[in-house]
């Protein structure tokens, strides 16, 4: 059995796991370790901004779905999430839309003045690289480069114009004082290629430190923690080749494996609901209730309509042979970003302080017909009342865990996807979307009846599962961590990831993510006296890997 060990192990080579390790890193001192499940990062579907979807089933998706659905007519939805280095930021739609003001506010009635929008507003401006250039609610200069997504075309602007018209418009950064309006968003797409928040910080880790100190292992499965005591001391695992590996922590155990992988790595550690860890034959370590429950999601639903044929506004961006090849020799060409896509927040009732409501944008050929020009406009629950549970399906580690967000079980939220998609229809119904609208999904006049069973036939995630190790005060009985990330009732084990968002924000998942991860860096230094004995620098030296560049990267 092999035996590896650094000052901090963090699980999981995703979004906010990487950020974290280099972080750490820059104390040269310091050693860290990345434990990460999948493999590197070359896929060109994942790389290739356009091809995104291809990564969805295939070998770097662990392919989840959730339970029955009985909101949404006993449907199974699945759950794409990146099993590779770069998490799911390697599949995702790239945008960064970090929420409202009032999300963060919201934070700090859980994790106190720390998580405020004001306190965590710099930790935004140190991660950003933006291509807007300065302005007080925006970073330059920072890993993550934000480059605005490609031209949408004749049809885009004809949907701008309609959101105007529908009183929906006004061009805005989402990401700025007025979050409300209408912005082509930025994305993590730089000059036709994927950029991951991990490739962005690992290579800054090696341009900082010279990697020494921090190494990144891939293909190692964690199946779960080791403990002395109360203390969490380091992880077991299944290495590349199915051998069991350990890993110890001189001083913690992060995990940051996702809102899925994290809370089932603590479930199978005995850490969770006391009753359900005996009914699987696991030991109960502490007996935490909220480990697993407050899962939540963003439901879309989908409004579309179509032109007439012969109006395609956009090339397809199909992997055609000489798409590939343009993009493989001078990222150039239909692959090379999402172009005709953007986004729209708003307010379906004016007395709303915030708005409830985005609208997912998009534009272009068909799906099904080619020469057609078509669009989306898919609203977006954005303040989702609903909440679930994720539950071990057995002791088993390698077994994926019953994931079950509960959509539109609170009253509350169909009322609201049905007022956004009211709001979408009348988007379609403008002056300057007519001649775009040879047909739609849904009729313009749609009664209610028809809207809810729209809803519950067609909605769909926006890929945003949080909240499953949410933080909270220490008299908060569903909390699992305390406002600086520790697991309740353990010593040397935190969660950094979108496990511990207690409230989802009106905005996409990615950006709060990378920034759990910052806060937790600047959370673990400003801890640094913990008492723990050093490890050193790293000592496993054979697969140190500290340039997240992939090789399509180095050309
Ligand atoms: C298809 C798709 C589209 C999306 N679009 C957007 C978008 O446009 N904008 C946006 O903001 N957000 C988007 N998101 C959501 C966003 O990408 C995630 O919310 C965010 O990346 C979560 O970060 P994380 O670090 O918590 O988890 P992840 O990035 O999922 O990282 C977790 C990592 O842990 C690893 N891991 C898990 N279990 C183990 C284990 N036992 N041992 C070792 N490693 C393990 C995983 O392989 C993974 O690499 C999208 C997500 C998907 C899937």
Not at 194 to 206: E, G, K, M, Q, W
Request: aromatic content about 4%; proline content about 9%.
């Amino acid at each position: 059995m092999t035996i590896q060990q650094a000052d901090y192990l963090v699980v999981g080579g995703g979004t906010a796991g990487p950020a974290l390790a280099a972080r750490l890193a820059e104390d040269p001192g310091t050693s860290v370790l990345l434990l990460e499940a999948g493999g590197e990062l070359t896929q060109r579907e994942a790389l290739a901004p356009a091809l995104w979807p291809l990564t969805l089933g295939s070998a770097i998706d662990w392919q989840y779905r959730t339970e029955p659905q009985p909101g949404l007519g006993g449907r199974r939805v699945p759950w794409p999430r990146g099993r590779v280095l770069g998490g799911s930021s390697a599949l995702n739609l790239g945008g960064w839309i970090r929420g409202n003001a009032a999300d963060y506010d919201a934070w700090a009635g859980f994790g106190g003045p720390g998580w405020s929008w004001e306190a965590l507003l710099p930790l935004y401006r140190r991660i950003e690289d933006s291509g807007r250039g300065p302005a007080p609610w925006r970073g330059t200069g920072g890993p993550l480069r934000l480059r605005a997504a490609g031209p949408g075309g004749r049809l885009w602007d004809a949907l701008e114009l309609a959101l105007e018209q529908a009183g929906f418009g006004g061009r805005t950064d989402v990401n700025g004082p007025r979050q409300e309006g209408v912005d082509t968003q930025e994305m993590i797409f730089v000059d036709g290629e994927r950029i991951t928040p991990a490739a962005a910080y690992l290579s800054l880790a090696h341009r900082n430190a010279a990697g020494g100190n921090l190494a990144v292992r891939t293909g190692v499965r964690v199946l779960g923690l080791l403990f002395d005591g109360d203390r969490a001391t380091g992880v077991r695992a299944l290495d590349a080749a199915g051998r069991e590996v350990r890993f110890h922590a001189g001083r913690e155990v992060v995990l940051a494996a996702g809102a899925i992988g994290s809370p089932q790595l603590l479930l199978l550690s005995g850490i969770g609901p006391a009753e359900r860890s005996r009914a699987l034959g696991l030991p109960v370590r502490v007996d935490l209730p909220g480990v697993g429950g407050n899962l939540h999601d963003h439901l879309r639903v989908p409004v579309t309509g179509r032109a007439a044929p012969g109006t395609t506004d956009l090339p397809a961006p199909l992997p055609t042979p000489e798409n590939l090849r343009r993009w493989e020799r001078h990222r150039e060409g239909p692959l090379r970003d999402l172009a005709g896509g953007g986004v729209a927040f708003l307010r379906t009732d004016p007395e709303l302080a915030a708005p409830d409501v985005e609208f997912l944008l998009g534009t272009g050929a068909d799906q099904d017909h080619p020469d057609r020009a078509g669009y989306l406009v898919a609203p977006v629950l954005l303040q989702p009342h609903s909440r679930g549970r994720l539950r071990l399906a057995s002791a088993d580690p390698l077994a994926a865990p019953l994931l079950d967000p509960g959509y539109l079980t609170d009253p509350r939220d169909l009322p609201v996807l049905v007022a956004g998609v009211r709001a979408a229809l009348r988007t379609t119904e403008q002056p300057a979307l007519r001649p775009w609208t040879a047909e739609r999904n849904l009729p313009a006049d749609a009664s209610d009846a028809l809207i809810e069973a729209h809803v519950r036939a067609t909605a769909d995630t926006v890929f945003h599962p949080v909240g499953t190790a949410r933080i909270g005060h220490p008299d908060d009985p569903d909390a699992v961590v305390d406002p600086e990330l520790r697991v309740r009732g353990v010593r040397g084990l935190r969660v950094a990831d979108a496990s511990v968002i207690p409230v989802i924000t009106r905005g996409h998942t990615m950006a709060p993510s990378l920034l759990v991860a910052e806060r937790a860096a600047d959370l673990i230094r400003g801890a640094d006296r913990t008492p723990g004995p050093r490890a050193g620098r790293t000592d496993d030296r054979t697969d140190d890997r500290t340039d997240g560049r992939t090789k399509e990267n180095h050309r």
